[in-house]
């Protein structure tokens, strides 16, 4: 899982309305990266280019936070935790993104609705088809997301998410 979450080739793959994604710079170590993204969500909202920094907790947590770009905020976390002795992965997703273009919140609320889950099901079926065949196992149920927090306050635009999927450990 870790793996394709941190390959840019996979991820244009499958992150919904991600139109590139170019690494710019890399810890000796690989403990940490810079990237660059563009997202296309076609006539509901401008095309919008970021870049970040992720940090790396080798198999365990990719904290990431904004450097530039089209948005005021943008950071979160990917945490992962193995569980059924190993066998399977819990992937948790935390993040909190405020663009610096006016998006109204039920636009917000719908595109994520709909992405949210499309973003864990690509994952998913892109981290089981990277598993050695003889370590496959069948498919699990699907990913569920929910609001964990809305933002107080008079802006239309911030909200929170939490994404929970199981997905097979590599």
Same mark, same amino acid.
């Given at each position: 899982?870790?793996r394709t979450l941190?390959?840019?080739?996979q991820?244009?793959r499958?992150?919904?309305?991600?139109?590139?994604?170019?690494?710019?710079?890399?810890? &000796?170590?690989g403990?940490?990266?810079e990237?660059?993204?563009s997202?296309?969500?076609?006539?509901?909202?401008?095309?919008?280019?970021?870049?970040?920094?992720a940090?790396?907790e080798?198999f365990?947590?990719?904290?990431?936070h904004?450097?530039?770009?089209?948005?005021?905020?943008?950071?979160?976390?990917?945490?992962?935790?193995?569980?059924k002795?190993?066998?399977?992965?819990?992937?948790t997703?935390?993040?909190?993104?405020?663009?610096?273009?006016?998006? &109204?919140?039920?636009?917000?609320?719908?595109?994520?609705k709909?992405?949210?889950?499309?973003?864990m099901?690509?994952?998913?079926?892109?981290?089981?088809?990277?598993?050695p065949?003889?370590?496959?196992?069948?498919?699990?149920?699907?990913?569920?997301?929910?609001?964990?927090?809305?933002?107080?306050g008079?802006?239309?635009?911030?909200?929170?998410?939490?994404s929970?999927?199981?997905?097979?450990?590599?």
């Amino acid at each position: 899982v870790f793996r394709t979450l941190t390959d840019c080739a996979q991820a244009l793959r499958f992150v919904p309305h991600l139109k590139r994604c170019a690494v710019l710079d890399t810890a &000796p170590d690989g403990s940490w990266q810079e990237v660059d993204h563009s997202v296309d969500y076609g006539w509901l909202a401008p095309r919008a280019r970021y870049v970040f920094r992720a940090d790396y907790e080798r198999f365990e947590r990719i904290r990431f936070h904004h450097l530039r770009g089209d948005f005021e905020e943008n950071h979160g976390v990917w945490e992962f935790r193995a569980v059924k002795d190993g066998r399977q992965t819990l992937v948790t997703y935390r993040a909190r993104m405020v663009p610096a273009f006016f998006v &109204p919140r039920w636009m917000m609320r719908s595109m994520l609705k709909r992405d949210l889950p499309e973003l864990m099901r690509g994952l998913r079926t892109r981290a089981e088809a990277a598993r050695p065949v003889a370590r496959r196992r069948p498919p699990l149920g699907g990913a569920g997301v929910r609001p964990e927090n809305t933002t107080h306050g008079s802006s239309s635009r911030r909200t929170r998410w939490r994404s929970v999927a199981g997905i097979h450990h590599l």
